[in-house]
């Protein structure tokens, strides 16, 4: 399996523009999360769906912050408009129904000018 | 939420072991305990996990205090592939929130 896949793997944008990550799970996992990293906090849950439905947003930072998920092997998370402290790390990850470990893709480094 | 806290870095000779501890003292009672490790540019990966016992796997062992509040990560012969950040990760009941701590830097000296 390919794992997990996130696209664009690099993104610089100017402050004011919207930004649209993508995250491909991994084939059959029904949970897909989405993480943000930065050197302030660390590693932080988004949020997560189940077979497509958003289950917990509460780590969304704010309303500019939208994800959505129409289908089992997509996602989005778009930030509109981009603000220069929204660069970070953001992470996908997914994991399969009954299973304790998360897999995690390989990251979209975004900076905002 | 309240996060773990680990040593922001440790060091190692390359084939010795390591032990990587890790407080948890709000841990409720319903709470799994992960580690995962993030290489360079990469997503974290898993490593092992436990509930209340003792965990051995293939990469590692997990000791887990009796009364809940610590854990210690064991590397049993680090290589200078085990360099890397740790973390020890609150984890709900249902495997669906992690609380990152603030990760452990793991050196391995050759």
């Known amino acids: 399996d390919a794992g997990v896949i996130q696209s664009p793997r690099h993104e610089v944008t100017e402050m004011g523009q919207e930004v649209t990550l993508r995250c491909k799970p991994i084939s059959g996992h029904d949970y897909l999360f989405w993480y943000r990293q930065t050197m302030m906090r660390g590693l932080e849950l988004l949020i997560y769906?189940?077979?497509?439905?958003?289950?917990?947003d509460s780590g969304m930072p704010e309303d500019r912050f939208s994800a959505k998920m129409p289908n089992a092997s997509f996602s989005t998370l778009k930030i509109q408009p981009s603000e220069p402290r929204d660069s970070a790390v953001y992470f996908c990850?997914?994991?399969?129904?009954?299973?304790?470990?998360?897999?995690f893709g390989p990251g979209t480094r975004l900076l905002v000018l | 939420d309240a996060k773990t806290t680990q040593p922001n870095s440790m060091e190692s000779n390359e084939e010795e072991p390591v032990h990587l501890p890790c407080n948890h003292s709000?841990?409720?009672?319903?709470?799994?305990i992960h580690w995962y490790r993030q290489l360079p540019s990469q997503g974290p990966e898993y490593v092992i996990h436990?509930?209340?016992s003792n965990v051995n796997n293939r990469m590692a062992s997990l000791a887990i205090a009796e009364d809940r509040k610590s854990s210690t990560l064991i590397l049993h012969r680090a290589t200078l592939r085990d360099a890397a950040v740790y973390y020890c990760?609150?984890?709900?009941?249902?495997?669906?929130?992690?609380?990152f701590g603030s990760g452990t830097k793991l050196n391995v000296k050759p």
């Open positions: 990760i609150r984890v709900t009941y249902n495997f669906n929130k992690f609380y």
């Open positions: 769906f189940n077979n497509n439905v958003p289950i917990d």
């Open positions: 990850a997914s994991r399969p129904f009954g299973k304790e470990t998360q897999y």
């Open positions: 709000t841990i409720s009672g319903t709470d799994y």
């Open positions: 436990g509930l209340t």
